[in-house]
């Protein structure tokens, strides 16, 4: 069974930082592309950023680069998500997902896998 767990999630100031992470069991993690996503109450849930099995070519949404970076370590099957310099309209649940394939889609709908959610909430 796959499972996708996401946890780092929290309250945070604006301007402050968190480190998300997404720990995975029951699939070949280094086949898959992993992306994270992000929901706000009331909206279509988004891409952040995706990286390829190998680690390469990340893609990022264009409102959030130069303030995310997507990270992955094959050995522990788990996929990170640094945020910095974090602002209100960050607040959402972020949720990681798993694609089998090798390139960074930004689109939630090819995406095979997912994880339940982890809480962001940044105050102004």
């Known amino acids: 069974q796959v499972q996708l767990v996401e946890s780092g999630g929290g309250l945070v100031q604006a301007g402050g930082s968190l480190r998300l992470s997404c720990t995975t069991s029951?699939?070949?993690?280094?086949?898959?592309?992993m992306g994270w996503f992000r929901q706000a109450p009331g909206n279509e849930r988004e891409f952040v950023a995706a990286?390829?099995?190998?680690?390469?070519?990340?893609n990022y949404a264009d409102s959030l680069k130069g303030r995310v970076t997507i990270s992955r370590d094959n050995a522990k099957m788990t996929v990170y998500l640094q945020m910095n310099s974090l602002k209100p309209e960050d607040t959402a649940v972020y949720y990681c997902a798993a694609r089998g394939g090798q390139y960074p889609i930004p689109n939630k709908n090819v995406y095979d896998f997912w994880g339940r959610g982890t809480q962001v909430t940044v105050s102004s």
């Open positions: 990286i390829s099995w190998n680690g390469g070519n990340p």
């Open positions: 029951g699939l070949t993690f280094s086949s898959y592309t």
